[in-house]
Structure formats: C-alpha cells, structure tokens
C-alpha cells in the first residue's frame, strides 16, 4: 500500500485570506500529517486570491501564488477544490459561480451567499457535475450540516432551537457577566474575529436567521427564504433587561427556533429569557447551541465553538478533506441539497403558548399598574409576578421632559399565554397616556 504522504498531492486555491481564511492556510500547514493521513494524500495550498496582496497575513505561505485574479485558481487546471472564504454576496457569487464553471469543487462558510443563492447555485454544480460544501457556513466547528443531513438522515426532525450567532452570545455574556456596555462587547467581538466584516448583520439577527434557514432546509426539505422568518437581534436588548432577567433566574440568549405546526413551519430568531442551569442558558461567550428533535432518535444537542478562527477552519478542512476523498461528491449526488424544485416552505410565526417577560417603562402614578393589569386581564393573561423597584433606589429613569413624576420599569412574567394575546394586549398598552415608548416582549424558554 502506498503510504499517503507520497501520494500526489493534491492541489487547491484559496479564496479570501481573512480570519478564516488565514486559519485554514495554517491548519493546512501545521497539521498536514494528520490531514494527509485522513485525505490519503497532501493536500497544497497552490493559489491565494485576495484584495490587498501587499497585506500581511498571518499564515504560513511557502511557495504560495497570490493573486487579486480568481483566474489563477478557476483557470488552473490542476487545481480541482477551492475554498471560498470570502463574506457578502458580491463578488462571492461571481466568484463562486466562475470556479464551478470551470469544473471546480467548492467548499465554502459563505451563509448570506447559501441563504440567498443557494439554489441556483447548487444547480450550477450538478450541472457540471461538482460539489459544493458548506459545513463552516452554520455554527462554526459544530458539525451541524453532517449531522442534520447525514448523520440523522433517517429521522422525521420535528423542531430545531439554537443560538447561532456567537458574535451576539458574546455580548450578551459580557454584559451580563462583567457589566461591560454593548459596544465595548461588540469591539471585543470584532478584535476576537467573531463578527461579520459588517457586524450589524451579527447584532441585528440576520447571520442567525440565515443559518436557520439553511439548518432548516436540511431538516425539514423545503425552501426557506430567510427575509420571511420573523427576527429581532440583540440590539434590542439593554442592560437593564439583563439585570431583570437576572433577578428571575433567567438569562437573555438570542435563541433560533423553527418548528413544523399544521403543514407550516413556526420560525423565529429573537433574544429570548432562557432558565438558568439549562443548556442555552449556559452557552457563554462565542459558543452556539443546537437542540434537535428527531421522530427515532429524541432530543440531541449539540454545543461548541460557532466563531473565531481555528473553529471556523476545523470546518473548513474537515470539507476540504470530505471532497477529496469523494464524500461530499456522493452526498452532494444523492441527497439533493438546496435543489431549485425543492418545494418553498409556508412559514408562519411562532404563536408560542409560552410565559413571556414585559419591560413596560411608565409614569410612577396612581392607577397606571391596575389599567395595564387589567388591559393584559381583558385578553386572558394570567401573571405570574411583577417586578417594580422603587424610584428611590435609583434603579429606574429620571423623570422625562422635566416632569416631577419619575418613569419606572414595570417588568411582568406572564403564565403561559400565546404571543398572539401578548402582542395583541402591547398594543393597547403602548397607547396608554402613561406608558413611555414602546414596550419590550420575549418568550421565557423554561427548559
Ligand atoms: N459572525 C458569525 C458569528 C461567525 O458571530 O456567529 C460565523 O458565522
């Protein structure tokens, strides 16, 4: 038998020597033993296609030829996979479009490219009879693609719940458990390499809401055009809310969820109350989350690294090295992942029978607490408590506009009530006179 590292190696390009990008070159280098063992031959960097080629990088590049040209990999017949690891739409899809036209396989963490294009691109690839894979595209170094599509191939998945984005998870655990203000947490999330080169689509639930997408199409087998999952990101939360959250033994994850309900799926992405001791309770930092239920085999979870570099690379090579050994060709064949005839799902909001938190800000004045208790009484919610600090102790706003009377934070656990009813009751307790903007709402996940 011929040993591995004398084999041809074989040869790739690079697509974007960013982060990630980076993390890959020099997980190539520093473990080409062990990769070439589970590859059966080397495997070579050969091209590097970049913006800036003057930039430093930080990654070992021996004998590496760098580019601004996608050419010097699309065109480079003895070139067979490229890894595209560049963000956005454009020029990604161009570009990934070129290199599949040109008889390359792909392997990419692209999710806004997958999210949006997915399908005809996927086409694009069967019609030339390559692959594309895409496992560092969700969750990081979670092997939540091969599970879902592979692993738990033989089960009806009847819901998935997630923390998906870990840029959001890190700020909310930085604030929560340092005091730090959101936007020291957000820049310590930018250094750490967490977020999107646009780090809005990070904090406003839209990274999140694309990898639902795509974890949702491999559960459930349909289409899910990501703008039409309802969303709220974590720029909504304050610390305040946390504090709150706190003091009930919750703490506020940006929580995924979709779930089949009557030949619909339910979907959601927004911060939600999670129970302390539970397990997305306990994911910190940039860490993720995905629960899973499944008809055979029940509930699973999965927890683990979904930002940063060496994570996000581990996914990257574990594709590398499925294509070339010809796996992702066989699964990329037989499971017709992200076909354009893949039927579009009918998604519908998630109308939770669920507790639900309320932040109502209010004039501290007679009468205000018994009309909003009755308002949620008119609609057939039941509460379970109410937090009101007294003004004195400084924990709630001064006074708008000069007024005497302070604005306190009514804050209000329901019992378990549809969010339909709770959305239906903010309505009417917005337009109070005594009620101050508008008031916050998330599900309570108690388990
Ligand atoms: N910006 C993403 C996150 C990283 O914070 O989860 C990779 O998807």
Redesign the pocket.
């Known amino acids: 038998m011929t040993h591995p590292g004398s084999a041809q190696p074989v040869r790739i390009g690079i697509v974007g020597l960013g982060t990630v990008g980076s993390g890959v070159v020099r997980l190539l280098v520093d473990s080409a033993d062990h990769i070439t063992r589970h590859a059966g031959r080397p495997i070579e960097v050969a091209a590097a296609v970049v913006r800036d080629p003057t930039k430093e990088r930080d990654c070992p590049l021996p004998a590496v030829q760098v580019s601004t040209d996608i050419r010097v990999i699309s065109r480079d017949p003895s070139i067979t996979l490229a890894a595209l690891l560049v963000g956005g739409l454009e020029p990604a899809r161009s570009m990934m479009v070129e290199l599949l036209e040109n008889g390359k396989d792909v392997v990419t963490a692209n999710?806004a490219l997958l999210a949006e294009h997915g399908p005809e691109l996927f086409e694009l690839a069967r019609r030339r009879g390559r692959s594309i894979a895409f496992e560092a595209a969700v969750a990081?170094g979670i092997p939540i693609v091969a599970a879902i599509g592979e692993c738990l191939a033989a089960n009806r998945i009847e819901s998935i719940r997630g923390i998906l984005?870990?840029?959001s998870n890190f700020i909310l655990t930085r604030m929560e458990e340092d005091g730090s203000s959101y936007s020291e947490a957000l820049a310590l999330a930018q250094a750490k390499g967490?977020?999107?080169a646009d780090p809005s689509m990070?904090v406003d639930g839209t990274?999140a809401t694309q990898k639902l997408a795509i974890l949702s199409h491999l559960a459930f087998g349909v289409w899910v055009p990501w703008k039409e999952i309802p969303r709220t990101g974590i720029d909504t939360v304050d610390i305040d809310l946390i504090h709150y959250a706190g003091e009930l033994g919750y703490r506020i994850r940006l929580v995924a969820v979709a779930r089949r309900s009557d030949g619909r799926l339910a979907m959601r992405v927004a911060p939600a109350l999670v129970k302390i001791g539970t397990p997305l309770a306990e994911t910190r930092g940039?860490y993720n989350a995905v629960s899973i239920v499944g008809d055979a085999v029940g509930r699973m979870f999965f927890h683990g690294l979904?930002?940063g570099q060496m994570p996000?690379a581990s996914a990257v090579v574990a594709d590398i090295i499925d294509t070339v050994v010809g796996r992702t060709a066989i699964t990329f064949r037989t499971t017709g992942v992200l076909s354009e005839d893949t039927p579009a799902a009918r998604v519908a909001g998630v109308d939770a029978s669920e507790r639900h938190f309320l932040r109502i800000r209010v004039t501290d004045r007679p009468g205000v607490l018994a009309r909003i208790t009755g308002i949620l009484g008119e609609h057939g919610i039941s509460i379970a408590s109410v937090i009101q600090h007294d003004p004195i102790d400084g924990a709630n706003r001064p006074a708008a506009g000069g007024s005497t009377v302070p604005d306190v934070s009514l804050v209000i656990m329901t019992h378990s009530c549809p969010s339909s009813s709770v959305h239906n009751a903010l309505v009417s307790i917005d337009q109070c006179d005594a009620v101050r903007g508008r008031s916050d709402c998330l599900g309570v996940l108690d388990e």
Do not use: M, P, S, V
Request: no cysteine.
């Open positions: 999710k990081g984005n870990g840029t967490f977020a999107e990070d990274d940039a979904g930002a996000t």
